[in-house]
């Protein structure tokens, strides 16, 4: 019986040790993530493509600066010539929130910047283990200035 209680206490603390884990890993990438985009936004003087979308192409100092989801990983890119950075982790899989886009261009009346709508969605990359579950969604809305 002693076994049997030691047993299901180490599965109750590997399940705990577990999902904390995964709760951390997916708010660290999901603030990184978002504090990376909302930078460049600020910092960009124009915003092309169509919108919504789930990339994003700023110009930011006379320079192309684009962001994409590749194998639900969050990438940046400086310069057309540049090299993609992952913003995020293997750890994690981003996407946009179900039915939704990524980002939302918000045009402004003049003499306002256009603003960025932000919308992502990430979950923890746990392989279907049930212990890992854990995802959250983040929203929110930078301008250019």
């Keep these: 019986m002693a076994m049997a209680v030691g047993y299901q206490l180490l599965l109750v603390t590997s399940r705990i040790r577990n999902q904390t884990e995964s709760r951390y890993e997916v708010q660290q990438n999901i603030r990184f993530a978002i504090e990376k985009i909302s930078?460049?936004?600020?910092?960009?003087?124009?915003?092309?493509?169509?919108?919504?979308?789930?990339?994003?192409?700023?110009?930011?100092?006379?320079?192309?600066?684009?962001?994409?989801?590749?194998?639900?990983?969050?990438q940046?890119?400086?310069?057309?010539a540049g090299q993609w950075q992952n913003l995020t982790t293997s750890?994690?899989?981003?996407?946009?929130p179900s039915g939704d886009y990524?980002?939302?261009k918000i045009d402004n009346?003049?003499?306002?910047?256009?603003?960025?709508?932000?919308k992502l969605?990430?979950?923890?990359?746990?392989?279907?283990?049930?212990?890992?579950?854990?995802?959250?969604?983040?929203?929110?809305?930078?301008?250019?200035?």
């Design 121 to 145: 969605k990430m979950d923890y990359n746990g392989g279907g283990r049930p212990d890992f579950i854990y995802g959250t969604e983040m929203r929110t809305t930078v301008s250019l200035r």
């Design 109 to 118: 009346p003049s003499p306002a910047k256009s603003t960025i709508q932000i």
């Design 76 to 80: 940046m890119r400086e310069g057309v």
């Design 39 to 74: 930078e460049q936004i600020k910092k960009a003087s124009a915003i092309s493509g169509t919108y919504p979308a789930n990339t994003l192409t700023l110009t930011v100092s006379g320079q192309q600066v684009d962001f994409q989801i590749a194998s639900g990983i969050l």
């Design 102 to 104: 990524i980002f939302t």
């Design 91 to 96: 750890n994690v899989i981003v996407s946009a």
